[in-house]
């Protein structure tokens, strides 16, 4: 999809369908901004008798059927004190979905003047794309409807100069992540996922480095392996690596969990576990692989950025992990493996270690890792644990500047209780009570302390059953403009 801005005077704009956003407040006025299209006396009249006043959420729908123009859509913004960036968002985002199939392009027309920055209409933007985003891959019957192409802003002389460039690259990276995490275990298998990660590599310019299980084994990274070992497919260890050209100033790595099927293993996920949609499982590593799609289109300046996926599959056959286990990390660390659906931290344990050897400033790791992160923040929120309140803060301002709820969750000591096994180092299990702090203590114990590090529990996140705001219902993408925006900020 295209963005485009109409820069010239109102009255020379012929497009087919139109979307206008008024305020409560003298729509009279507002009305009069479009007399070129449309009688404004006309439409006032309509407004009286559809009880039509601007409210927010509100809207009317006009249709011309014998005219160059077809639709005219109002929508309600409310008053304009109480106008708020994500209502507009939002409501944009409902009306696209409902109207996507019928046009190729949309024009949208909005109080310009209440929309302050070059920013905001950016960010307007981004959600009116992934709004409007939809994904067909796996319908054998086409879809026969029209398919939304370019979005127009009229913007008349009121933002000179502005490209869209960079919000089309944050969204295809978004939209990376959510073909991934929607794709179904039997099409995105861990080698599907190397392929696709060589991909991005060749199209951007980026290093790559795929390791198969004896080059894993060679590196001593038992904890993954022993989740690997129940599933017939190979594992594949991924690392791309971004480096700008001249200087490096940081030094970062991004890690995600690649599960791409967690049945659980012989801690098999029965009841209400939600075993059919565990192939999101890999919803970190999406974010991650997206994260490296778009910043390798933008290329920032002075970072040399590593991308790192432990992928394989939570199976079971007869050399599946038995639990009660112990196997030993790279990092020469012995696990009880005292439940084998716990397998996303024994992954990231040795992600984490390659991580770590690498001497990265920072590492950020993106996890579907725990259900109780679902239970205590939802599906609207993220929970995130830190050991450094500079990196914290930094993510935290990221993710309100683009909308992906965080929230941070402590490290609290006293729970490595929990994890103390009496044959080995740790177990990877502690008690149900505080379980997504508890994994987040696991993960602490395989990089070097003096690396900032900040962990991502996504599990509630990366899906959405319904619509929710600029996510269809379905793969969210949900973290790759946080990390994005992260960065963009050094
Ligand atoms: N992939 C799951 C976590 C998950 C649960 C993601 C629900 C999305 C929705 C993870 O591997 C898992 O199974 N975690 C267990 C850990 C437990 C055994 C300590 C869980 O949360 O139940
Ligand atoms: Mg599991
Ligand atoms: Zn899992």
Redo the contacts with the bound molecule.
């Keep these: 999809m295209q963005f485009s801005t109409f820069q010239k005077n109102l009255n020379e704009w012929q497009g087919a369908s139109l979307i206008f956003g008024v305020v409560e407040e003298e729509i009279e006025s507002q009305l009069e901004n479009i007399r070129f299209i449309v009688d404004p006396k006309l439409l006032l009249k309509k407004f009286t008798t559809k009880k039509f006043k601007g409210e927010k959420g509100k809207c009317l729908n006009f249709e011309f059927l014998d005219q160059k123009l077809e639709t005219i859509i109002i929508i309600g913004l409310g008053k304009s004190k109480d106008l708020n960036k994500d209502d507009i968002k939002n409501s944009l985002g409902d009306l696209i979905r409902k109207i996507l199939d019928k046009n190729e392009k949309i024009s949208i027309l909005l109080p310009w003047e209440l929309i302050n920055s070059k920013l905001e209409i950016h960010h307007l933007a981004e959600s009116v794309r992934l709004s409007a985003y939809k994904d067909n891959r796996f319908n054998k019957k086409k879809d026969e409807h029209k398919v939304l192409k370019e979005i127009e802003f009229l913007t008349s002389n009121k933002f000179e100069n502005i490209t869209f460039d960079e919000t089309e690259k944050i969204c295809e990276g978004v939209e990376l992540a959510r073909r991934l995490v929607a794709a179904p275990p039997n099409s995105l298998t861990p080698k599907e996922m190397s392929i696709q990660a060589k991909q991005i590599a060749k199209d951007h310019g980026l290093g790559v480095k795929i390791l198969d299980a004896k080059q894993c084994e060679d590196l001593g990274m038992g904890a993954y392996l022993a989740v690997a070992k129940g599933s017939d497919l190979e594992p594949k260890f991924i690392h791309l690596t971004l480096k700008s050209e001249g200087p490096i100033k940081e030094k970062i790595a991004l890690v995600g969990k690649g599960?791409t099927f967690?049945s659980?293993g012989y801690?098999l996920?029965v009841g209400a576990?939600?075993i059919e949609?565990?192939k999101?499982?890999m919803g970190g590593s999406a974010a991650v692989l997206g994260a490296a799609k778009a910043l390798g289109a933008i290329k920032p300046k002075g970072l040399e950025i590593h991308f790192i996926v432990a992928a394989c599959e939570?199976m079971i056959n007869g050399s599946a992990v038995h639990p009660g286990d112990v196997v030993t990390a790279s990092n020469g660390k012995t696990i009880e493996i005292n439940?084998t659906?716990?397998?996303?931290r024994l992954t990231l344990a040795d992600a984490l270690t390659y991580a770590s050897n690498l001497k990265p400033d920072s590492i950020i790791d993106l996890a579907?890792?725990?259900?109780?992160i679902?239970v205590a923040l939802g599906n609207d929120v993220a929970g995130f644990w830190s050991n450094d309140n500079d990196l914290a803060n930094d993510l935290k301002t990221a993710s309100t500047v683009v909308g992906e709820g965080l929230w941070q969750m402590p490290l609290q000591k006293s729970y490595k209780e929990g994890l103390k096994s009496h044959i080995a180092d740790m177990k990877n299990?502690g008690p149900r009570a505080g379980?997504s702090i508890t994994?987040a203590l696991f993960l602490e114990e395989f990089f070097n302390e003096e690396i900032k590090w900040a962990h991502i529990d996504i599990?509630?996140t990366c899906w959405t059953d319904k619509n929710n705001g600029l996510n269809p219902s379905g793969a969210t993408g949900f973290g790759v403009r946080t990390l994005v925006q992260w960065i963009k900020n050094k």
């Design positions: 599960l967690d659980g801690n996920k576990s939600q949609m565990m999101y499982d939570n439940n659906d716990a397998e996303g579907t890792l725990t259900g109780a679902v299990t379980g994994a599990a509630g």
